[in-house]
């Protein structure tokens, strides 16, 4: 036998269905010109950073538009000299075999992981058609890295110095990242013409 419920049932407080959808498209249709305002063509790009200019050493030229890619990082020459007999350090000196030339460089990991820079890899191109690796006596005396880690977004400026023969003429540096994640070999280098 069943009781009879003796409880007094209130209002009903529970929305129907019916009703929250058309609470929710409310809501959307109030949202909407909002989104679209956004892409309106006020917006202004990002401002750029304001890098402190540094004075060009003695007999050093400042090449402009000398910019290149390999992998995630984008290469800028932005000092040259070349024809130099020695190079003076902190504790020591030295005598080219031929003829230091020096490339100031600036690296920007353009990407979302560490790249390696490997001094060593770098080459140096003649108009001759010779290519040099960089002088292993002249970055140390200089205090160059030999490898650097460059994380992401970071920009880093370092010299490269290479030893050739003398009267020799430089036609381009030939500047490598480090493979991206995934990679199977090596990246294409980007090779940069000078001077």
């Known amino acids: 036998m069943r ?3 003796t409880r007094t049932r209130g209002p009903r407080t529970r929305p129907r269905a ?9 809501i959307l249709a109030a949202t909407l010109p909002l989104a679209g305002c956004s892409g309106s063509g006020h917006a202004t790009s990002p401002p750029d ?3 402190p200019a540094e004075r060009a050493r003695e007999g050093e030229s400042v090449p402009e538009g000398k910019t290149g890619k390999s992998a995630d990082m984008r290469f ?11 190079v003076m350090g902190t504790h020591a000196a030295m005598n080219a075999k031929g003829a230091f030339t020096r490339v100031r460089v ?3 990991n353009t990407g979302r992981d560490i790249q390696v820079f490997d001094t060593w890899k770098q080459r140096l191109v003649t ?4 290519t040099y690796s960089p002088d292993v006596n002249a970055t140390m005396i200089k205090r160059q890295p030999e490898r ?5 977004s970071m920009r880093v400026e370092f010299d490269l110095w290479f030893d050739v023969p003398r009267g020799a003429k430089t036609k381009a540096v030939r500047l490598y990242g480090s493979p991206p994640v995934g ?5 294409a280098p980007a090779e940069i013409p000078l001077p």
Request: hydrophobic fraction near 50%.
């Open 49 to 51: 950073y304001k890098i």
């Open 3 to 5: 009781h009879a419920d």
């Open 183 to 187: 990679a199977t070999s090596d990246p």
């Open 127 to 130: 108009t001759d058609g010779g």
């Open 76 to 86: 800028t020459v932005v000092g040259f000299r070349e024809a130099m007999t020695d």
């Open 18 to 26: 019916g009703n929250a959808l058309a609470a929710a498209a409310l």
């Open 106 to 108: 600036l690296a920007v």
């Open 148 to 152: 650097l880690s460059v994380g992401a």
